[in-house]
């Protein structure tokens, strides 16, 4: 009987840690181009630009316990590893460089006391290195958004008729909004332009509502669903669309809407439509007034955008254009100077000498007293990250912003004209510009 029971027991497999299991599994062999190592040892994982979901950091965490804080705020996870994997190399202790979090420390605790290391953006290394690779992808992203300002060739139709849009990409996001009545938010913010309008061709084609993802079986059902539920829009909780919107690599990790929050990021705003205008079909766009145009340091309004241009130059002795040679500014500089004084002057601080006032009486008072309408002799103090997105809604003056190559690309009157074989004279269109 006993033998019995001793052979029944050692037919039963006994326990073993999932990670026997999965080691002695076939591993695909990953190559350097694509894959990233481990800061510790030689194991390799795939290459994401995101450390989210990324298998390493389950390694780290079961082979050598070490974690890494806030994935989802690092701009670039390959370089971010490479970075510590080169600082580790020069240490056997962890310490040096990482939090140390003890497990278990208290009597009552009934685990084993374990000890992991964190890496963490409180850590001032560590908070570097993370600012650096931001800062690295948001050059990149305005150098790329840039490019396509520029782009004479882009060409693309209209999500909702066979109306065709060349070179100047904002027109066809005006036109969508504007006939439409389907608005994705400023031109000026949209990065990735072209493959942006094919993905949400590529769900309409697959009769895709763009807000809410539910398809249907024809085109018309679709249209008459977003419609009447008010989807000709895009879900601002949809992940999937952050890619295409500037806004989202100021700061990696922090929430577009968290971000709209504060006076100097743009807000974006719905457009809004009439209950009685509900039931006419894609074209239920009513358009306002014409933006009133503000002057950046006092109340002074008008319709015209040059007026105000001229009021700042006689009234302030403040002249964008000459601001603009003198100090060798690009667009997005100058973009960053109406920004910082709109907020500065909103807030009731002095654009100059930064002094804060209880109101705009005061705040008026000391600029004409100390004839401080102008920027501070420390251009970091404006030239920052923050100030590329409007403290105001449809703020004009951005759109009447010169590039930097504007002074060169203007015609004389002689060359504005082109005189045909019949003489007569036809006004030849003026080179492209960032005036969307």
Not at 30 to 40: D, E, G, H, R, V
Not at 176 to 187: R, Y
Not at 202 to 214: G, H, I, R, V
Request: hydrophobic share 30%; net charge negative.
């Amino acid at each position: 009987m006993e033998d019995n029971e001793s052979a029944a027991q050692s037919n039963i497999l006994q326990a073993i840690s999932m990670n026997t299991v999965t080691d002695a599994l076939p591993k695909k062999k990953l190559s350097k181009a694509n894959s990233i190592p481990c800061l510790i040892c030689t194991e390799r994982f795939i290459k994401t630009e995101s450390g989210v979901k990324n298998p390493l950091l389950a390694h780290l965490l079961s082979a050598h316990k070490v974690v890494i804080g806030d994935v989802d705020k690092i701009a670039y996870f390959p370089k971010y590893v490479e970075y510590w994997r080169e600082r580790f190399t020069t240490t056997k202790d962890l310490t040096e460089y990482c939090v140390v979090v003890n497990t278990n420390t208290k009597e009552e605790d009934l685990g084993p006391k374990e000890k992991y290391f964190l890496l963490t953006n409180y850590l001032p290394e560590d908070l570097e290195i993370r600012q650096k690779l931001s800062n690295e992808k948001l050059v990149n992203i305005l150098d790329q958004q840039h490019l396509e300002r520029q782009d004479s060739k882009f060409s693309k139709k209209c999500l909702f008729c066979k109306v065709m849009f060349h070179g100047n990409r904002s027109k066809l996001f005006q036109h969508m909004a504007k006939d439409h009545a389907f608005n994705v938010g400023n031109p000026d913010n949209i990065v990735h332009a072209g493959d942006f309008i094919d993905m949400m061709k590529s769900k309409l084609d697959k009769f895709t509502c763009l807000f809410c993802e539910k398809e249907f079986k024809e085109w018309s059902i679709l249209k008459d669903h977003m419609r009447k539920k008010g989807h000709k829009r895009l879900d601002p909780k949809n992940k999937e669309y952050d890619k295409y919107y500037v806004i989202n690599y100021l700061e990696p990790g922090k929430d577009w809407k968290a971000l709209q929050t504060e006076p100097e990021y743009e807000k974006e705003a719905e457009i809004p439509v009439a209950e009685e205008n509900m039931e006419k079909e894609w074209e239920d766009w009513i358009e306002d007034d014409p933006t009133l145009s503000l002057c950046l340091f006092c109340m002074k309004t008008d319709k015209d955008v040059y007026k105000i241009l001229d009021h700042m130059k006689g009234e302030h002795k403040f002249d964008l254009k000459d601001v603009k040679l003198k100090l060798e500014l690009d667009f997005y500089h100058q973009v960053k100077i109406v920004n910082y004084v709109r907020k500065q002057v909103y807030q009731c601080r002095c654009p100059m000498c930064l002094r804060e006032y209880d109101g705009q009486d005061e705040l008026q008072y000391h600029l004409a007293d100390e004839n401080h309408f102008g920027l501070p002799d420390d251009r970091s103090v404006w030239d920052q990250p923050g100030y590329f997105f409007s403290t105001f809604d449809d703020d004009s003056l951005l759109c009447f912003l010169e590039d930097e190559d504007d002074d060169e690309e203007e015609y004389d009157e002689e060359e504005n004209y082109v005189e045909d074989e019949n003489q007569n004279i036809t006004k030849s269109p003026k080179p492209y510009s960032h005036e969307t």
